[in-house]
Nanobody
Framework: QVQLVESGGGLVQPGESLRLTCVTSGFTFENYHMRWYRQVPGEEREQLIAISIAATEFNVHDSVKGRFTISRDNAKSTLYLQMNSLKPEDTAVYSC?????????WGAGTLVIVSS
């Protein structure tokens, strides 16, 4: 079955960086576009950034342009999110996403807290 497992979240100060990891299994990772989402409690989940099969970024949310970068390692079936210049408003649960055979899958997420 399709599984997505995020890690790498934590508590950081404003201006610092974090790299999130999403390890996947149960599907042929290299054949699918992948996405990162985030959700603040009480708010809707929002898509942040996506990466194509050709490893090209697309659908980058304005709030993270120039600060967040998405990448993938097909040999490891793993997705990454490099987050730089973090701000308090980046505090959220971050989840990776894949749409496999017309079904949407998200991991459980990893919590990022940006606070001084």
């Amino acid at each position: 079955q399709v599984q997505l497992v995020e890690s790498g979240g934590g508590l950081v100060q404003p201006g610092e960086s974090l790299r999130l990891t999403c390890v996947t299994s149960g599907f042929t990772f290299e054949n699918y576009h992948m996405r990162w989402y985030r959700q603040v409690p009480g708010e809707e989940r929002e898509q942040l950034i996506a990466i194509s099969i050709a490893a090209t970024e697309f659908n980058v949310h304005d709030s993270v342009k120039g600060r967040f970068t998405i990448s993938r390692d097909n040999a490891k079936s793993t997705l990454y999110l490099q987050m730089n210049s973090l701000k308090p408003e980046d505090t959220a649960v971050y989840s990776c996403h894949a749409r496999v055979r017309d079904i949407d899958y998200w991991g459980a997420g990893t919590l990022v807290i940006v606070s001084s």
